[in-house]
């Protein structure tokens, strides 16, 4: 994996676009005051959207220090700035310094992973599953001859009650392919993907499973509540196609489980013209099973993907020319169909508990039924 390397220009290409840094004061800060001994006891979620830079430096250089190789006298370089958030986690960037730290360690950039508080609060311990997974497997990447950069896992974040509520991990060189909308993009996402379902999935046990890809289609509808075939009568019909196509003839593999462009970075320095060096970080997503899931994750049911008209088709082709599995549009187009139908899910119960806090649920019966029409029209 190359090092992240540089001075203040280079510091833009680490991980994703960064967002405003809070400057943190000079003191101390590795002894808490008052106050932040108490942000600490708060509720967390209170503590992030307060943006407490002061008390996550002390969180990062406590963790450091109690981790192999760092020492006992870290300290954080300069500013921690907030990059793009997870879909569980808040994202810091941040670099080092301190007394007999080797040059290693302080040429290389780091990535905080946050657990959101409030996502924690409503969906139980699934997101704190799911970060001991991430950590677990970025350690196996790093056994494996993966043709692709990924964080180095360095240390778990813990809570007043040695509970992990983040984890700290090295960042990437590169620039995110977010807002890239062009072939190339697709092409690159597609070998991305078909590296991915090539690694062994007997290293990664730790991730949950789904033995075949007819049995990952049958999990995601057992999942679906029962009451939405009830309530939308599209559902239903959506469920009788997808019972009439489903994969068979391969088999499952590891998912990153959300190979969306803001998680791949070109390294452009490090690539050249006819191979591009393509980074990928948050894994957390990452599971076993039916590789036409990663696609339809890229794809989400869209009319055009990327800016590109029958993305999808280009999707499909590019993934199998890059010797990805023998997967088909159908194969794909399942998938996306799952995907709305769980959206309509979530905006429909949101409504029922007057929670709604983004489309509501004729949005995404109007974007089933668009997509219906498109696959089995």
Not at 139 to 152: G, I, M, N
Not at 210 to 237: I, M, T
Not at 238 to 264: M, R, T
Not at 276 to 288: A, F, P
């Amino acid at each position: 994996m190359p090092a992240w390397e540089g001075g203040e220009a280079a510091r833009g290409e680490a991980y994703c676009v960064l967002l405003a840094a809070e400057a943190v004061p000079a003191e101390n800060s590795r002894k808490l005051t008052e106050e932040g001994t108490h942000v600490r006891s708060c509720a967390m979620g209170r503590r992030f959207q307060q943006h407490n830079y002061r008390y996550l430096r002390h969180l990062i250089q406590q963790s450091l220090e109690d981790s192999p190789g760092f020492g006992t006298h870290v300290e954080v370089d300069g500013k921690i700035s907030r990059l793009d958030d997870g879909l569980w986690h808040e994202n810091y960037w941040f670099s080092i310094q301190g007394r007999g730290l080797p040059a290693a360690r302080t040429k290389q950039a780091y990535v905080l992973r946050l657990l959101n508080q409030c996502e924690d609060s409503r969906s139980g311990s699934e997101p704190r599953d799911r970060l001991v997974r991430e950590a677990e497997t970025l350690q196996v990447l790093k056994t494996t001859d993966f043709a692709h950069p990924t964080p180095e896992f360095i240390c778990f974040v813990d809570d007043e009650m040695s509970r992990p509520i983040g984890m700290i991990e090295t960042a990437l060189a590169g620039f995110s392919l977010h807002g890239s909308k062009e072939r190339t993009t697709l092409k690159l996402t597609s070998q991305v993907a078909a590296n991915v379902h090539r690694l062994d999935v007997e290293r990664f046990r730790h991730l949950p499973r789904s033995d075949d890809p007819a049995r990952h289609v049958r999990k995601r509808l057992d999942e679906l509540d029962k009451a939405l075939f009830a309530e939308f009568s599209l559902a239903n019909e959506v469920l009788e196609w997808i019972e009439k196509h489903f994969p068979s003839g391969y088999g499952a593999c590891v998912l990153h489980g959300d190979l969306l462009p803001q998680n791949l970075l070109c390294d452009w320095s490090a690539s050249d013209r006819d191979n591009s060096l393509v980074g990928i970080v948050d894994w957390e997503m990452t599971q076993v099973g039916d590789p036409a899931y990663d696609l339809a994750i890229v794809s989400r049911g869209n009319r055009k993907v990327l800016g590109m008209k029958e993305g999808v088709r280009v999707l499909v082709e590019e993934y199998v020319d890059s010797g990805g599995g023998p997967i088909s549009l159908t194969d794909v187009r399942v998938h996306e169909l799952l995907l709305v139908l769980n959206w309509l899910e979530e905006a429909w119960r949101e409504h029922q508990e007057s929670q709604a806090g983004g489309h509501g649920p004729d949005f995404h019966e109007d974007k089933l039924r668009s997509l219906f029409g498109r696959v089995a029209g």
